[in-house]
């Protein structure tokens, strides 16, 4: 079992910067894909960007070369930097982990986007 909290959101103006950070309890976080997902009111959930166990990455063509995602398997956290923020980038934040047969969801953290 593992158990996702994420952290970070806020109020950022348009042309700001956040970074979340989703912490992850229980063992082997190492063995697991990380992704950050996002929902926006009356949308579905899409996937925003993606760290394998081994450290590749993959983002969205909407969030390429602005936001950035990391993570820290020594401290069982990954991370998402987001820079040059949009209010379309408004919504709530989900991270998942995911392996063959195991996927764990977080409750989300709110990004609002506005001036």
């Known amino acids: 079992q593992v158990q996702l909290v994420e952290s970070g959101g806020g109020l950022v103006q348009p042309g700001g910067a956040l970074r979340l950070s989703c912490a992850a309890s229980?063992?082997?976080?190492?063995?697991?894909?990380m992704g950050w997902y996002r929902q926006a009111p009356g949308k579905p959930r899409w996937l925003v960007a993606v760290?394998?166990?081994?450290?590749?990455?993959n983002y969205a063509d909407s969030v390429k070369g602005r936001f950035t995602i990391s993570r820290d398997n020594a401290k069982n956290t990954v991370y998402l930097q987001m820079n040059s923020l949009k209010p379309e980038d408004t919504a709530v934040y989900y991270c998942?982990?995911?392996?063959?047969?195991?996927?764990?969801w977080g409750q989300g953290t709110q990004v609002t986007v506005s001036s």
């Open positions: 760290i394998s166990s081994g450290g590749s990455t």
């Open positions: 229980g063992s082997a976080f190492s063995m697991y894909a």
């Open positions: 998942k982990a995911s392996r063959p047969r195991y996927e764990y």
